[in-house]
Each structure stands twice: as structure tokens, then as C-alpha cells.
């Protein structure tokens, strides 16, 4: 008798073990292509992972690249040609100088995670931003002079497109120009308004 309750209980436990793998095989078949995530850990809004982006701006020359610091963290650099204006006094003529200039620029994305999880672009670093401005012009002629500039902005970066990009940013700097001759750069002043504009590419 004893045995008898015996079988019979094993075979109970074999026919629920074949019932449980063969849920778990039709789970496996109807679901498989499927893939169940936190919408949380889901990165929705894009590829804000992405280490670092290459730029090509058209509107003021220049070839650079952003890299990632950190999730909100980002350095910008770049070589820019920039055109240095004078006026000649006597003859009343404008005159435009190749000035070529290297750029850095640390910045803190501070609204990225909150585009991140609203669903909007996060590719390539779009974002609002404060950031650092660090430029400093070489001399390449005796029309040209050694500079720096240096201060705090804010401003705004967005794709558009595939591949395009807008930045803007806007702030005040320290303007220093390393030169033996009085040079009066904007104001005449060592604190001077920036604006930065950028419109290209992005890789």
C-alpha cells in the first residue's frame, strides 16, 4: 500500500515537472524575440553614451570634438580660423586677417538626463550648458597677435537632421592680448561680451 502511494506521487511529480517545461518552452517560443526592460534603465531619449562626436562647423570655420567626462561632463575642442578686422584711419579701409585659433571648452550638460528620460535627442551631446570658454589666438603675421580669452558661458547645443548641429553660447570673458604695442581689442576692455555660434556637422 505504502508503495503504491509512492509511485503514484512520483508519477505526479513527473507529470507536473513535464507541465512546467513545457510552460516554459511555449514562454520561450512566444516571447524569445521579445526583450523585457525597466523603463528606467531603458535609454530612450538616445545614444547619450556615446564617448565622444566630431565636428565640422561651416558658419566660422573650424574641425574639433567633444568627449565625455562623465554623464553631465563634457571637453570641447577645436581649431577654429577666425578673421581679425582693422580699420585703416587714413584711408578708410577694412582689412581682414587670417587668425587662427585653438579652443577648450569643460562643459556641464546639466539638463541632459531630464531630456534623456522625456523621450527628446540626446545624441551627440544635445543639451543646455554652462561651460568655461578657453581660446587663445596665435600670430601668424605681423597684422596678428598672441590672445587668450577666458570665461564663463552659457548656451545650448542641438541636432538637426541627421548629421547636423547648432551651438550656441553666450557669456563674459577676460580678454588679454599678448603684444609689445597698445592693441585695443572690442571695448577696449579686459572683461568683454562673447558670442559663439556654430553651424555644421556632427559625427
Do not use: C
Not at 579701409?93 to 540626446?122: D, M, Q, S
Not at 564663463?152 to 577676460?174: A, C, D
Amino acid at each position: 500500500m505504502e508503495r503504491s502511494e509512492n509511485q503514484k506521487t512520483m508519477k505526479n511529480l513527473i507529470l507536473i515537472g513535464f507541465l512546467v517545461i513545457s510552460s516554459l518552452s511555449f514562454a520561450q517560443d512566444e516571447y524569445g524575440n521579445y526583450e523585457f526592460s525597466s523603463l528606467e534603465n531603458k535609454k530612450i531619449g538616445g545614444n547619450s553614451n556615446k564617448i565622444a562626436s566630431f565636428k565640422l562647423s561651416f558658419l566660422f570655420p573650424s574641425v574639433g570634438a567633444e568627449f565625455k567626462l562623465a554623464p553631465k561632463f563634457s571637453l570641447e575642442t577645436s581649431g577654429k580660423l577666425n578673421s581679425l578686422i582693422a580699420l585703416n584711419l587714413t584711408t578708410s579701409k577694412v582689412y581682414f586677417f587670417p587668425y587662427p585659433v585653438i579652443h577648450a571648452e569643460p562643459k556641464w550638460n546639466y539638463n541632459i538626463l531630464k531630456r534623456e528620460k522625456r523621450g527628446k535627442i540626446t545624441d551627440n551631446f544635445s543639451s543646455n550648458f554652462l561651460s568655461m570658454f578657453v581660446s587663445y589666438g596665435i600670430k601668424v603675421s605681423p597684422y596678428t597677435f598672441h590672445s587668450l580669452r577666458i570665461g564663463p558661458t552659457w548656451g545650448m547645443q542641438r541636432n538637426f537632421s541627421k548629421i547636423g548641429y547648432f551651438k550656441f553660447n553666450t557669456g563674459l570673458v577676460y580678454s588679454h592680448i599678448f603684444s609689445t604695442t597698445p592693441v585695443r581689442s572690442g571695448l577696449g576692455l579686459p572683461i568683454e561680451p562673447l558670442l559663439d555660434v556654430q553651424l555644421g556637422i556632427i559625427f
